[in-house]
T-cell receptor, first 114, second 113 residues
Framework: NAGVTQTPKFQVLKTGQSMTLQCAQD?????MSWYRQDPGMGLRLIHY???????DQGEVPNGYNVSRSTTEDFPLRLLSAAPSQTSVYFC?????????????FGNGTRLTVT | DAKTTQPNSMESNEEEPVHLPCNHS???????IHWYRQLPSQGPEYVIH???SNVNNRMASLAIAEDRKSSTLILHRATLRDAAVYYC??????????????FGKGTHLIIQP
């Protein structure tokens, strides 16, 4: 079982560049979300989606865009990278119709913006 | 969102039980208590959750105080692979959408061989 797959694992960007972090899940989960984790901190919610075609903002959405054209994929786009976006990014999903079901996380993308 | 308080770090010996405490004095009636752990260089991993009664699964046990203002995650026989950051999280199932998962700094569990 692949679960939640994130690519790339590592990325270095220069300030102002744009890029897309990929997230795919093969569990038919309707709910997907993106978190960022800064050193010594807990995870903070960036954006989430409750199904294809539906997205919404989390706690720290500024500087990021998302779209959800399929159930499987939930890419996160950085429009113009800034050093403050240096972080580890985690994608997560959970089973449909079960608000209390566990979140399944990917292993993260480590992003450095210089 | 109701908050949780955990010790910054704890240390235990291999093959001994570990009790990880969590205080949540402002918990509401619709908050479930969830525990996740994060091993080095990995994403968080679900451990266990409960509402009022104690819960057991293959990974751990969750003991919930009668007034629900605190809980304890119990690893019955710690191994070196249990060294991780453990997060105690309140999850409001009455809320919709954003999922309600707020990760604090957690407890860094160190296991000594």
């Amino acid at each position: 079982n692949a679960g939640v797959t994130q690519t790339p694992k590592f990325q270095v960007l220069k300030t102002g560049q744009s890029m897309t972090l990929q997230c795919a899940q093969d569990m038919n989960h309707e709910y997907m979300s993106w978190y960022r984790q800064d050193p010594g901190m807990g995870l903070r919610l960036i954006h989430y989606s409750v199904g294809a075609g539906i997205t919404d903002q989390g706690e720290v959405p500024n500087g990021y865009n998302v779209s959800r054209s399929t159930t499987e994929d939930f890419p996160l786009r950085l429009l113009s990278a800034a050093p403050s976006q240096t972080s580890v990014y985690f994608c997560a999903s959970r089973a449909p119709g079960q608000h209390n079901s566990p979140l399944h996380f990917g292993n993260g993308t480590r992003l450095t913006v210089t | 969102d109701a908050k949780t308080t955990q010790p910054n770090s704890m240390e235990s010996n291999e093959e001994e039980p570990v009790h990880l405490p969590c205080n949540h004095s402002t918990i509401s009636g619709t908050d479930y208590i969830h525990w996740y752990r994060q091993l080095p260089s990995q994403g968080p991993e679900y451990v266990i959750h409960g509402l009022t009664s104690n819960v057991n699964n293959r990974m751990a046990s969750l003991a919930i105080a009668e007034d629900r203002k605190s809980s304890t995650l119990i690893l019955h026989r710690a191994t070196l692979r249990d060294a991780a950051v453990y997060y105690c999280i309140l999850r409001d199932v009455a809320g919709g959408g954003a999922d309600g998962l707020t990760f604090g700094k957690g407890t860094h569990l160190i296991i000594q061989p």
